[in-house]
């Protein structure tokens, strides 16, 4: 009974430094997003899927690469990391049987940039 | 103009007290409503989810809708301690999701 899992938990970057931020879920839910939360800024759509081999931008995408080669996996790349990038980071799913499902978070990576 | 917008807060309440959230919104597309609560250091959990105007009850939680004010509500009726989070509200349209900011919720034993 896990539902979204997210891998790490914690991580410290310094400038310029590459990452995947690991998502999974085991729900079978087609729809999969990721978020970052700020003080003051609540939560912010980066990207998302509709289903394998789908993805599109959210409110902020720029700086971050996503892909979904299954169902299962939502991987989030930060290209180069930038201070402007330390957050949390959520991960979310949510099933497509009907429209605009509510979603399922994981429970979240903890991000600081150097 | 954030699409949505929640007062942060912080409310603290005594143990008992009716507690009233609200979140206003600009985007009259959003036909989509959901009230999350987040405990410290977890992820966002759903309490509920409405679709247009009009009331939802689930126990203690009461989710109210007006689109013409373009307002949501969220009631905690005989709130605990173990209500004591940030509750987020969120709408939708489309495939994307948009958040409040959220409220801080204390309620004192």
């Known amino acids: 009974n896990a539902g979204v899992t997210q891998t790490p938990k914690f991580q410290v970057l310094k400038t310029g430094q590459s990452m995947t931020l690991q998502c999974a879920q085991d729900?079978?839910?087609?729809?999969m997003s990721w978020y970052r939360q700020d003080p003051g800024m609540g939560l912010r759509l980066i990207h998302y899927?509709?289903?394998?081999?789908?993805?599109d931008q959210g409110e902020v995408p720029n700086g971050y690469n996503v892909s979904r080669s299954t169902t299962e996996d939502f991987p989030l790349r930060l290209l180069s990391a930038a201070p402007s990038q330390t957050s949390v980071y959520f991960c979310?799913?949510?099933?497509?049987?009907?429209?605009?499902?509510?979603?399922?978070f994981g429970d979240g990576t903890r991000l600081s940039i150097l | 103009q954030k699409e949505v917008e929640q007062d942060p807060g912080p409310l603290s309440v005594p143990e008992g007290a009716i507690v009233s959230l609200n979140c206003t919104y600009s985007?009259?597309?959003?036909?989509?409503f959901m009230w999350y609560r987040q405990y410290s250091r977890k992820g966002p959990e759903l309490l509920m989810y409405?679709?247009?105007?009009g009331n939802k009850e689930d126990g203690r939680f009461t989710a109210q809708v007006d689109k013409s004010s373009k307002y949501i509500s969220l009631f905690i009726r005989d709130s605990q301690p173990s209500d004591s989070a940030t509750y987020l509200c969120?709408?939708?349209?489309?495939?994307?999701?948009?958040f409040g900011t959220g409220t801080s919720l204390t309620v004192i034993p």
């Open positions: 979310a799913s949510s099933s497509v049987t009907g429209p605009n499902q509510p979603q399922h």
């Open positions: 729900m079978n839910h087609e729809y």
């Open positions: 899927s509709v289903g394998a081999g789908i993805t």
């Open positions: 985007n009259s597309a959003f036909q989509y």
């Open positions: 969120a709408m939708s349209a489309g495939n994307q999701f948009y």
């Open positions: 409405t679709y247009s105007s």
